[in-house]
């Protein structure tokens, strides 16, 4: 078991990368499919040994389900680093802890069925084999960011996760919106990167060290205040990653790249992130009270807000964007407040689900020819009735109806912010559960509904088993994956324990908080009742409605002008900046030197072109004048200054 | 074994000998037949390259000094060695593959190659003044007639006759050095140096000065660095980057010999010389900028890079020679890497060096492009290659080199800055669609790859594995006696 347990982590991170070397090797070598199997096998591959590893782990007890893995490892006196800048030394260094292993099996299970309908959605790209090579770069990377047992590694994997979603987002290179789009996400990731990096080298000053074990062990010797900005730091790349305010309008923009995209990094895994690393630094959240308590906030403020432009948007990729930043708000939300189980949990089933509804979305608009738009669909349920029953399925699940996954998990976190004395945060959660039914049964509603079909042209109807059974498969899992937490079924507790001791225990449905649980299913059922009241029995009323609130619907339409606001206050600031320096210091000032002393070199290089031997004079000149300034320096200063000797 | 009161050992001797024999070797089979094809030329260098290679390993673990202290045998030389003879190697690959490098005269060409690498053994070795000098003329001597090879060009010519003429100049400054510091210290031993520079006299510093300026030139430092962009222009390919390379190392070896041994800590006998590396490190990188020519651009690079090294012996500390061996070896794999590319492509004319050709190169030879891409990547030092472990060992050295190490450290990231401006507008160039490219010559040869192949893997693993580097350290650092 020893050397079992040495190898398979290593081999779980590092299959997806060598799928991705073998397609980009084979390039143009083997047929569109080969890459496609390449890199589905590779992921199946992790999936596979992680689970064994899960399950080897999780028969261990409670508090032995901590690895360690070092390279190099423990036997190698020397050198028994990987690199050292003193006084630092570091080691690539995996954990693998219940936490870690929750996103392992997510990643490359979830990842896996993504790759499946990848390989019928992308059959008519242009870049087939590209997609599967990027697909499993990210894979690879999402791996080293959750397994990863040193804040440098993380670094690496959520850097890596950014470059991914940068190739992906811009995928259809073809397009300027979609370049413009991962442009746009790019920037906000870095200065996400840029907020780790500030965590890591304060946690350098403080901890010498930036392993999580040292880190965690000593975080008591630095005082609260340190642990606070630490926090904040490590919040700032949170928020850019998980895309909650202020730095969210990249999320909606990367709904240019392909649905697959953004079903596995977009929705179920990478902007998630931010949840693993508040949850992975938890032992410095539990000192730093108000870091905590902004995490908390934001993750609240992000839910909620998201949930009201989601009402008010049309594009069926968009509003399930705003879903997902909402839902990883509920997340935030519940790892800022010490909910670190409850959070992990929402995770899980969100990746069930919103893969799943994005799935389901990617079917209606592969058979709409590209049609995004909600206002040129309807009616749609009887001509595609798989789409349909997949997609009430996700619904039901993310707007938190009983039995379905994301009841579970949404009750557990607002139950824990009653148990732990946020009354104010849980209001505004449950508000935003009456919210989501809303936007969400409204898209039903719209889709599928709503009279007859509304679009141009007539929607085809492939069936495609590649790209059905996955979402079959999510759709079961968005049906059962809370049963974890069934009275008397307590697994994920379990689970959890070992990451997170006693905060893994879950309030169970034995315990359950019935008030909390009454409001939250009545907010879901009430937003369904307002959707359908509004969207099926009487759309006059709504119209009426409309006009009414016709600013408010404008304000929220625009996602409150934060884009605007931001053009205003960044974008062209910068551009004038630039364009001023550009035009005004530039040609005199540093570009001028530059540009100087490269047309005086370049100069003096064209004029020897020519077989000049006056040239090679002054080549000669320009030695001796060193030569003499050298001497110089030697005879006055050095020797001048005589009584030191030179050793 | 000894003659007239010389002790010589000629174990310490063998490779220097293996390396004479094949250089004689060859020169004989060039004579005997001139059917022989240039490929057996070429191999028989290679095997001496492997003979000589291999008559170093039983003298690993018994560090010596022979001919009567003037030539060390020790971990510091067979480092420097090691790098030579892989630069050797890679070269005649390189030129063994067209009539264009050596003018048809693939014998003396060959020979010649291998008598400049001895020269370069002798200066790794050299413990004294006359070897030191010894050692740099040999190796000079071979190379002005090489930097000449290419003659039907004129740039060729031009380049030979401009080296040898500033090189003479060079090598004057050093002897004439040379001669002041005995004088100064009634020895040519580096030892007997190092006591007279406790209490220098006059004599003393102008004749280091003027030993200092000698080597500058060699190592192409600012400001004695202006024959290298037109040498490295004219050159025949292989030779720019058995240059770029080899000559540096050799004259690093010297210049680490005589820091380590004559000068400690602190010594303001080097200021002079941080202060040419800040220059070259500036010159080097903004000297870059506007050239179009990749061989030049390449010179210019190499200045710079030969600023960067000079920062490893800022603290003049044991873990400075390391940092220097490292930074060597990245830079010769990619900078060989980085040649091999071009001979790769090339068909032997100069259109390959020009940067316009390799505008769109992606897109025609993606491969190479790639290969490119990384070789440059790891010049500008971007991590995940060897070149951005080699940075970061250098600052280490500059922290612990007082306020001059600051400055070289500042000089170092900005001249980094500049040139991740300078090797991005090349690797921009080759990844972005060309319209309108005229059709360059794209060879496909087997011998370049293996060593694109080879310059690659060693960018890469060095970059990946910088624990290579510590498990090598304890070594390196023992170096310094």
Not at chain 1, 560 to 579: G, K, Q
Not at chain 2, 146 to 160: D, I, K, M, N, V
Not at chain 2, 194 to 208: I, K, M, Y
Not at chain 2, 427 to 446: C, F, K, Q, R
Request: hydrophobic share 55%; proline share 4%.
């Amino acid at each position: 078991m020893e050397g079992f347990v040495a190898t398979v982590p290593f081999t779980i991170l590092f299959l997806p990368f060598f799928g991705m070397v073998l397609i980009a090797l084979a390039g143009p070598y083997v047929p569109r499919l080969g890459a496609a199997i390449v890199g589905n096998l590779s992921v199946l591959g992790s999936f596979v040994l992680t689970a064994v590893l899960a399950s080897y782990v999780w028969s261990l007890p409670p508090d032995q389900q901590v690895l360690t893995l070092k390279y190099p490892p423990a036997w190698a006196t020397h050198p028994a680093y990987w690199a050292h800048i003193p006084p630092l030394t570091i080691s690539f260094e995996l954990r693998i802890d219940p936490l870690a292993l929750m996103w392992m099996l997510i990643i490359t299970g979830v990842g896996f069925l993504i790759h499946l309908y990848s390989i019928g959605y992308m059959q008519e790209s242009k870049w087939y084999r590209t997609f599967f090579a990027y697909m499993n770069l990210f894979v690879f990377a999402m791996l080293m960011l959750v397994m990863a047992g040193n804040f440098l590694w993380l670094l690496v994997g959520w850097a890596g996760v950014g470059l991914a979603s940068y190739l992906l987002i811009g995928f259809d290179a073809d397009r300027m919106a979609a370049v413009l789009a991962a442009r746009k996400a790019l920037i906000m990731n870095v200065i996400g990167d840029v907020g780790i990096m500030v965590a890591i080298f304060l946690m350098y000053a403080h901890f010498g060290s930036l392993s999580y074990k040292v880190v965690f062990a000593n975080v008591t010797s630095a005082g609260t205040s340190a642990l606070d900005w630490i926090g904040i730091w490590l919040l700032v790349g949170a928020v850019a990653k998980s895309a909650q305010l202020p730095l969210h309008t990249w999320l909606p923009d990367a709904m240019e790249g392909p649905t697959p995209v953004s079903a596995l990094i977009h929705a179920a895994t990478m902007v998630t992130a931010g949840v693993y690393l508040i949850a992975r630094a938890h032992p410095i959240y539990d000192h730093a009270p108000a870091a905590a308590m902004t995490v908390a906030v934001i993750g609240c403020a992000s839910a909620f807000v998201a949930a009201t432009i989601g009402m008010a948007q049309y594009d069926i990729k968009r509003v399930l964007a705003y879903s997902t930043m909402s839902q990883i708000g509920y997340m935030i939300l519940a790892v800022g407040v010490g909910a670190y189980a409850a959070g992990t949990f929402h995770f899980v089933t969100h990746a069930f689900f919103k893969a799943l509804l994005f799935m389901a979305a990617g079917i209606i608009i592969h058979n709409l020819g590209g049609e995004q738009d909600i206002r040129k669909m309807g009616g749609l349920a009887k001509r595609m009735p798989f789409a349909f029953l997949t997609f009430l399925i996700g619904t039901l699940a993310i707007s938190g109806f009983f039995p379905f996954a994301g009841f579970f998990s949404k009750d557990a976190i607002l139950d824990e912010l009653q148990l732990l004395g946020h009354p104010w945060l849980w209001a505004f959660g449950s508000i935003t559960a009456l919210l989501t039914a809303y936007y969400m049964f409204r898209l039903v509603f719209m889709t599928f509904f709503t009279g007859a079909y509304r679009g141009d042209h007539e929607p085809h109807a492939d069936r495609s088993p590649t790209m059905e059974v996955p979402v079959a498969i999510l759709a079961v899992l968005a049906t059962i994956g809370g049963w974890l937490v069934l009275p008397g079924h307590d697994e994920m507790s379990r689970l959890l324990q070992g990451a997170f001791g006693d905060r893994g225990i879950l309030p169970t449905m034995g315990e359950i908080n019935w008030f909390v649980t009454g409001v939250t299913t009545f907010s879901a059922a009430a937003g369904l009742v307002i959707a359908w009241w509004l969207y099926e029995r009487a759309p006059q009323l709504r119209r009426r409605l409309a006009t009414m609130f016709a600013p408010v619907q404008r304000v929220l339409a625009n996602a409150y002008y934060i884009d605007t606001i931001y053009h205003w206050l960044f974008e062209v600031p910068t551009l004038t900046a630039a364009s001023d320096i550009a035009k005004y210091v530039d040609p005199e000032g540093v570009g001028g030197v530059i540009a100087g002393v490269a047309r005086t070199t370049t100069g003096l290089g064209d004029a020897m072109r020519g077989w000049e031997t006056g040239y090679l004079r002054r080549y000669g000149l320009g030695m001796v004048v060193g030569m003499v300034l050298v001497l110089a320096y030697y005879i006055f200063v050095v020797h001048g200054g005589a009584a030191v000797g030179m050793r | 074994m000894s003659f007239q009161g010389v002790s010589i050992s000629w174990p310490v001797l063998a490779p220097i000998v293996a390396l004479t024999a094949g250089g004689l070797l060859v020169l004989l089979v060039d004579l005997a037949s001139k059917a022989i094809p240039r490929g057996v030329l070429y191999g028989i260098g290679v095997a001496s390259c492997v003979a000589a290679f291999v008559t170093m390993l039983p003298l690993y673990g018994q560090e010596q000094v022979t001919l009567n202290g003037a030539f060390a045998s020790d971990r510091f030389s067979w480092m420097f060695d090691a790098l030579l003879l892989l630069t050797l190697a890679v070269t005649l690959v390189l030129s063994s593959l067209r009539k264009a490098e050596d003018g048809g005269n693939a014998g003396a060409y060959a020979a010649l190659l291998i008598f400049c690498t001895i020269g370069g053994f002798v200066m790794a070795g050299a413990d004294n003044l006359i070897i030191i000098f010894l050692g740099i003329e040999q190796l000079s001597l071979a190379l002005y007639v090489l930097a000449g090879t290419g003659f039907p060009r004129e740039a060729s010519q031009e380049a030979a006759l401009k080296y040898v003429l500033l090189g003479s100049l060079a090598s004057g400054f050093l002897i004439f050095g040379s001669a002041l510091l005995y004088g100064a210290s009634g020895g040519v031993s580096l030892g007997a140096i190092a006591r007279a520079a406790a209490a220098p006299q006059g004599l003393f510093v102008a004749g280091f000065a003027l030993f200092l300026v000698g080597l500058s030139f060699k190592l192409a430092l600012t400001p004695f660095h202006t024959w290298a962009p037109d040498v490295y222009e004219g050159s025949p390919l292989a030779i720019t980057a058995y240059m770029s390379v080899a000559v540096k190392a050799a004259a690093f070896a010297i210049l680490a010999r005589v820091a380590y041994t004559v000068f400690g800590h602190d010594s303001v006998a080097l200021i002079p010389l941080w202060g040419v590396a800040i220059l070259s490190m500036l010159v080097g990188n903004l000297g870059a900028i506007r050239q179009t020519n990749l061989k030049r651009l390449l010179g210019y690079s190499s200045i710079a890079q030969a600023g960067y090294i000079v920062v490893a012996l800022a603290g003049v500390s044991p873990g400075g020679l390391a940092a220097m061996l490292f930074y060597l070896t990245a830079y010769a794999f990619t900078t060989l890497g980085a040649f091999a590319v071009m001979a790769l492509l090339g068909d032997g004319s100069d259109t390959y060096a020009e940067l316009a050709s390799y505008r769109g190169l992606f897109f025609r030879r993606p491969w190479p492009a790639a290969a490119m891409a990384l070789f440059f990547f790891s010049l500008a030092g971007i991590p995940a290659t060897a070149g951005f472990y080699g940075k970061v060992l250098l600052l280490q050295q500059a922290f612990g080199g007082g306020p001059w190490g600051i400055g070289m450290a500042i000089a170092l990231v900005f001249g980094t800055l500049v040139s991740f401006y300078v090797y991005g507008k090349v690797v921009w160039d080759m990844y972005a669609p060309a319209e309108g490219v005229a059709a360059v010559p794209s060879g496909n040869a087997l011998a370049p790859w293996i060593a694109v192949v080879a310059g690659a893997a060693g960018t890469l693993v060095f970059g990946v594995l910088p624990q290579l580097f510590y498990a090598s350290q304890p070594f390196l650092t023992a170096a310094v006696r």
